[in-house]
T-cell receptor
């Protein structure tokens, strides 16, 4: 089955700096890669996703890149703000199953 | 529009007790899911329902049962709770059938089994 590994598990950045989270997946059939943000005491919320026919996608301060050959994808957050502090999960999906990474706790220092 | 709602928010059970976690969505979504979240392990799928009237096992179904009561409601039952079922449980729904559609999550139920 699919195995999604996520690094780092924790990330502390200065406000205004960039944050990068990396994930690798094992199943070459995976074709959908969403990123979810979970704030304290809440359920995860989709922030951006990318499909396998696209190499990069950007939405304001967040971007995701996908390298299908190497089977890895990354989340980039630029100009980090205090409200970016949360747990971020990557996921990889085939047509029948969505598998999540273990999560990255991001702390933005003021 | 409340999205996905879950009850209760918190629950403490003794080993061997049973309980049902309730989930409802008001977005007319076809698919619904139950996940558990444990520290360092991300979200793991327990059961899902691709459409009203169907349910299927996920990654970790042992010790759980589900009911898709109607299009809105999807409940998760623990027949005989065990300490290993201490976790945070999330219900989610999506418009399409299958995991390549955005999933909308509820606020979660924190369950402790002593």
């Amino acid at each position: 089955g699919e195995n999604v590994e996520q690094h780092p598990s924790t990330l502390s950045v200065q406000e205004g700096d960039s944050a990068v989270i990396k994930c690798t997946y094992s199943d070459s059939a995976s074709n959908y890669f969403p990123w979810y943000k979970q704030e304290l005491g809440k359920g995860p919320q989709l922030i951006i996703d990318i499909r396998s026919n696209v190499g990069e996608k950007k939405d304001q301060r967040i971007a995701v890149t996908l390298n299908k050959t190497a089977k890895h994808f990354s989340l980039h957050i630029t100009e980090t703000q205090p409200e970016d502090s949360a747990v971020y999960f990557c996921a990889a999906s085939t047509s029948y199953k969505l598998s999540f990474g273990a999560g990255t706790t991001v702390t933005v220092r003021a | 529009n409340a999205g996905v709602t879950q009850t209760p928010k918190f629950q403490v059970l003794k080993t061997g007790q049973s309980m049902t976690l309730q989930c409802a969505q008001d977005m007319n979504h076809n698919s619904m899911y139950w996940y558990r979240q444990d520290p360092g392990m991300g979200l793991r799928l327990i059961y899902y329902s691709a459409s009203e009237g169907t349910t299927d096992k996920g990654e970790v179904p042992n010790g759980y049962n589900v009911s898709r009561l109607n299009k809105r409601e999807f409940s998760l039952r623990l027949e005989s709770a065990a300490p290993s079922q201490t976790s945070v449980y999330f219900c989610a729904s999506s418009a399409g059938q299958g995991p390549t559609y955005e999933q909308y999550f509820g606020p979660g139920t924190r369950l402790t089994v002593t």
